[in-house]
């Protein structure tokens, strides 16, 4: 494995891929900022979180009133020895997390459709990939003792990863827009990939 120094400049296909990565502003509902990524799963990592913090308006502004419908991040790592587990140079990984309706959340079908919407997402946007996989998960918050007074909470928590297929680096972008509508999709907000039928997120 290569490991990066100072005195080890960034290859050139990861580079393009961060400057196509780092220009992303986000959408209306959806913020989204570079954060520290993780040093131990690649030589090269880029890491971008994202909020998505709107119900009915197209602009929220930003305050402590404004529901946080999921949250997520994407990494994107890059190993020029090309590990044999990814198959190619590239590779995404992907967390996001929502809160759902308490109907919702004992929906028995609610993972494999949630898995359902990141492959309807790669494909929409023309997003080819190899070795994906991942896992959904519900995860039953209830409070005792002081905090009994709060209600109990059903969240989605969504891992995936998969590695992009790419004639040029640039291409990473597409990737990153497949995610961003699952984030939304998961958030229970549109845009979602055509054919899709949402289910409902949480609504205070």
Same mark, same amino acid.
């Given at each position: 494995?290569? #490991? %990066?120094? *100072?005195?080890?400049?960034? $290859?050139?296909?990861? =580079?393009?891929?961060?400057? /196509?990565?780092? !220009?992303?502003?986000?959408?209306?509902?959806?913020?989204?900022?570079? #954060? %520290?990524? *993780?040093?131990?799963?690649? $030589?090269?990592?880029? =890491?971008?979180?994202?909020? /998505?913090?709107? !119900?009915?308006?197209?602009?929220?502004?930003?305050?402590?009133?404004?529901?946080?419908?999921?949250?997520?991040?994407?990494?994107?790592?890059?190993?020029?020895?090309?590990?044999?587990?990814?198959?190619?140079?590239?590779?995404?990984?992907?967390?996001?997390?929502?809160?759902?309706?308490?109907?919702?959340?004992?929906?028995?079908?609610?993972?494999?459709?949630?898995?359902?919407?990141?492959?309807?997402?790669?494909?929409?946007?023309?997003?080819?990939?190899?070795?994906?996989?991942?896992?959904?998960?519900?995860?039953?918050?209830?409070?005792?003792?002081?905090?009994?007074?709060?209600?109990?909470?059903?969240?989605?928590?969504?891992?995936?990863?998969?590695?992009?297929?790419?004639?040029?680096?640039?291409?990473?972008?597409?990737?990153?827009?497949?995610?961003?509508?699952?984030?939304?999709?998961?958030?229970?907000?549109?845009?979602?990939?055509?054919?899709?039928?949402?289910?409902?997120?949480?609504?205070?």
């Amino acid at each position: 494995m290569v #490991i %990066p120094s *100072p005195l080890n400049r960034t $290859p050139e296909p990861f =580079a393009r891929a961060s400057a /196509v990565l780092r !220009e992303v502003t986000g959408r209306p509902h959806v913020s989204i900022s570079e #954060i %520290p990524a *993780p040093g131990k799963l690649a $030589p090269y990592a880029l =890491a971008l979180g994202a909020e /998505v913090r709107a !119900e009915d308006h197209p602009v929220v502004p930003a305050d402590d009133d404004v529901d946080e419908l999921a949250t997520g991040r994407v990494v994107v790592l890059y190993d020029p020895d090309r590990p044999s587990e990814w198959d190619g140079e590239f590779r995404v990984v992907s967390y996001i997390r929502a809160e759902l309706e308490h109907e919702l959340g004992h929906e028995a079908m609610l993972g494999s459709v949630a898995w359902s919407w990141l492959t309807e997402a790669l494909e929409t946007n023309g997003c080819e990939v190899r070795s994906i996989g991942g896992t959904t998960t519900r995860v039953l918050s209830e409070s005792f003792g002081t905090l009994a007074g709060r209600p109990s909470t059903i969240d989605l928590e969504f891992r995936g990863s998969w590695t992009p297929v790419m004639e040029e680096p640039e291409e990473i972008a597409d990737h990153l827009t497949a995610w961003i509508d699952l984030l939304c999709t998961v958030a229970g907000l549109p845009p979602l990939p055509e054919g899709v039928t949402p289910l409902p997120g949480r609504r205070r």
